[in-house]
Nanobody, 127 residues
């Protein structure tokens, strides 16, 4: 059974940085599609970044391009989201999601229905 566990959230002032981690277990292959989503109160869920752990360029939402970086460590079965220059509008519950590798090559991978989700972690950015 695939499990995803997020960590690294918290509170930070605007302009600060946080690094989220998504530890995966139960996968039989290192080649998977892993994405970060976020949802603020009263708003729709937004895909933030996605990466294919078999290699290749990640994909970012326009709202975070140049500020967020997604990366992976296959030895640790962990995907990271480094968030720099944080803004109050980045405040949300952040979720890690994963699915088979080909999902990353869909037309819009940040809008795909991922099969596996973490429990979410809060990120709060104060002004």
């Amino acid at each position: 059974q695939v499990q995803l566990v997020e960590s690294g959230g918290g509170s930070v002032q605007a302009g600060g940085s946080l690094r989220l981690s998504c530890a995966a277990s139960g996968y039989t292959s290192n080649n998977k599609c892993v994405a970060w989503f976020r949802q603020a109160p009263g708003k729709e869920r937004e895909g933030v970044a996605v990466i294919y752990t078999g290699g290749g360029s990640p994909h970012y939402a326009d709202s975070v391009k140049g500020r967020f970086t997604i990366s992976h460590d296959n030895e640790k079965n962990t995907v990271y989201l480094l968030m720099n220059s944080l803004k109050p509008e980045d405040t949300a519950m952040y979720y890690c999601a994963a699915d088979v590798g080909w999902v990353c090559f869909a037309a819009q991978p940040l809008q795909s229905p991922y099969n596996y989700w973490g429990q979410g972690i809060q990120v709060t950015v104060s002004s």
